[in-house]
């Protein structure tokens, strides 16, 4: 069984990064990447004619090819995903449009109040198209008040993280 874990954000300080880190590290031989070490311009149809799918595309989908499972932390900006991750997936669905083919999925969002529902559910009805077996999803809410010095504070949401873990390496 090969993992990778990876938020969709390009945030240095991400919180969903810290968030899908501290599961990650639940799990035995689970790779963490940044999607920023793949950095890509913004997609045109344009470009991707003249110039081509950007090796940093074909190496991140050779990356993803590796793992049978992965992990995705998705922040939510404006009810949606971050135009950021949005433009790795354009580029990466020119490239292999089932890059997350029988893949089990475990959604993520970290979020500093109350938000994060609307870019959950998003998630579950988009990455099927791209072939994912969405395992189950969690939105960690109020994530600077739960997650102090490394640590998931709040038992209730540790408890149910290392459930959705477990869930994953057993699925
Ligand atoms: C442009 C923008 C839009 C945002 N929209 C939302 C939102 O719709 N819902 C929400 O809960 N938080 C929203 N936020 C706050 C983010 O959840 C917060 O910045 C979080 O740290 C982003 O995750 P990241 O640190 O992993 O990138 C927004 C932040 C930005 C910069």
Do not use: C
């Not at 799990?27 to 004619?49: C, F, H, K």
């Not at 991140?60 to 900006?77: H, M, N, S």
């Not at 979020?111 to 579950?124: E, F, H, L, R, S």
């Amino acid at each position: 069984m090969t993992t990778i874990a990876f938020s969709a954000s390009n945030n240095r300080q991400s919180i969903n990064h810290q968030l899908v880190s501290y599961v990650a590290g639940m799990i035995e031989g689970a790779e963490i990447i940044r999607l920023t070490d793949y950095q890509v311009p913004i997609y045109s149809i344009d470009l991707d004619q003249e110039q081509g799918i950007p090796q940093a595309t074909q190496d991140l989908d050779a990356k993803l090819q590796t793992a049978d499972k992965v992990i995705i932390a998705v922040p939510e900006y404006n009810g949606n995903m971050s135009g950021f991750f949005k433009n790795q997936i354009d580029w990466i669905s020119r490239q292999n449009r089932e890059f997350l083919q029988d893949k089990d999925v475990l959604l993520l969002t970290a979020v500093p109040a109350q938000g994060g529902d609307t870019v959950m559910n998003i998630m579950k009805h988009t990455l099927p198209f791209f072939g994912a077996k969405i395992v189950d999803g969690l939105v960690v809410k109020n994530f600077h008040q739960v997650f102090q010095d490394g640590e998931i504070v709040d038992n209730e949401v540790k408890t149910q993280l290392i459930e959705l873990a477990k869930q994953l390496v057993e699925v």
